[in-house]
């Protein structure tokens, strides 16, 4: 099992930064990419951010240009910093990790808890 730690939500007015935090622990070995889900109210969970172990990563289009991901792997730590945020970035964002297993060889995604994110107008 692999569990995720969210920190760095909370209330800022838009055109503000915020930078969340994701550790990993547990069963770590085997993780092959970390990442950012949200998911504002009424609507689905979409994937904002993800970056594989090799640092290549990608976003969404809405938050390209804006958001940046990174990761300490001696740290077992994703980051998402986030600039010139904006009212419809107003969501819970939630870390995820997936994770191949060495001996089935099969992939796990493990979730956070969620952090609140929300912009003011």
């Known amino acids: 099992q692999v569990q995720l730690v969210e920190s760095g939500g909370g209330l800022v007015q838009a055109g503000g930064s915020l930078r969340l935090s994701c550790a990993a622990s547990?069963?770590?070995?085997?993780?092959?990419?970390m990442g950012w889900y949200r998911q504002a109210p009424g609507k689905q969970r979409e994937l904002v951010a993800d970056?594989?172990?090799?640092?290549?990563?990608s976003y969404v289009d809405s938050v390209k240009g804006r958001f940046t991901i990174s990761r300490d792997n001696a740290k077992n730590t994703v980051f998402l910093q986030m600039n010139s945020l904006k009212p419809e970035d107003t969501a819970i964002y939630y870390c995820?990790?997936?994770?191949?297993?060495?001996?089935?060889?099969?992939?796990?995604?493990?979730w956070g808890q969620g952090t609140q994110v929300t912009v003011s107008s």
């Open positions: 995820y990790a997936r994770r191949r297993s060495m001996v089935t060889l099969r992939y796990s995604d493990y």
């Open positions: 547990g069963s770590i070995l085997g993780i092959v990419t």
């Open positions: 970056i594989g172990n090799s640092g290549s990563s």
